[in-house]
Each structure stands twice: as C-alpha cells, then as structure tokens.
C-alpha cells in the first residue's frame, strides 16, 4: 500500500489552490470535472502524493452533504494498490462493507473503490490502482 492522495474537500477551491500553488509552489495542477460524482477536482502533485481538491457542481453532490456537516475538511485518504479488483475480493472475504463493490472509473481515468466509512470508524477511505 501507499498513500496516493489525500482529497480535501472545500467550498471553494480557489483559496486552497492558491496556498498550494502559490505559497507551497506546487506547480501544474490538473483540474477535472468528475461528472459521475458531480465534483470539480484539482490535483496538486508532491511527486510523493498528491493532494486533491474537492469542489461539489451540485446541490447533491456528496461532497455537497460533507460540506454542509464538517465544513471544509479532510473528506478522504487514497491508497493505491496494485490490483483493485483482488483487493476488494480481499475486503468483501473480511466481512469489510464497501461503497463499491467493483471498480468505478475516477479522476484521472484510474480504477477506484470506496470502502464504507462503517467499517473504518467514520474515516472515507478510497482504494485506486496504480495506472
Ligand atoms: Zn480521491
């Protein structure tokens, strides 16, 4: 495992981008509209991890209901693996519940799963394969 990124969810993701780009200088972030998750993301990359920013385009948006909660704040950690699908098989025989069941499709074209905050004591925790 490793942690691939951290995604940070915000109302607005102007204020948050410009302390990473500007105050941290990480440079040539890659900006994404999720439309399956209706989010807007923006990927700041460390070379050892990114940071993701999460902005909801919708009214119901999850992202939406996390804002509307906890603010802005951590929404979730990434870790990558190197096959999804056996990791969820490993999950599921575990009795771990899981948002997806199989892999959906997200930012940056990668294969990624959520497991169910239920089994991780409130924590989101999003599994994606290594590209
Ligand atoms: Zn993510």
Do not use: W, Y
Not at 48 to 68: H, Q, R, V
Not at 115 to 127: F, N, Q, R, S, V
């Amino acid at each position: 495992l490793e942690i691939e990124h951290i995604g940070i969810a915000v109302k607005s993701k102007d204020k948050m981008s410009d302390f990473f780009e500007n105050i941290l200088g990480i440079k040539n972030p890659i900006s994404e509209d999720v439309k399956e998750q209706k989010v807007l993301t923006k990927i700041f990359d460390t070379s050892k991890g990114k940071l993701e920013i999460l902005e909801s385009t919708s009214k119901d948006s999850p992202i939406n209901n996390f804002l509307d909660k906890r603010g802005n704040a951590v929404h979730h950690i990434a870790l990558s693996v190197e096959n999804i699908e056996e990791a969820l098989k490993e999950l599921k025989n575990k009795n771990v519940q899981l948002i997806d069941e199989s892999p959906r499709i997200g930012a940056e074209g990668i294969k990624i799963a959520f497991i169910h905050p239920k089994a991780t004591d409130g924590i989101l925790i999003e599994l994606c394969q290594k590209p």
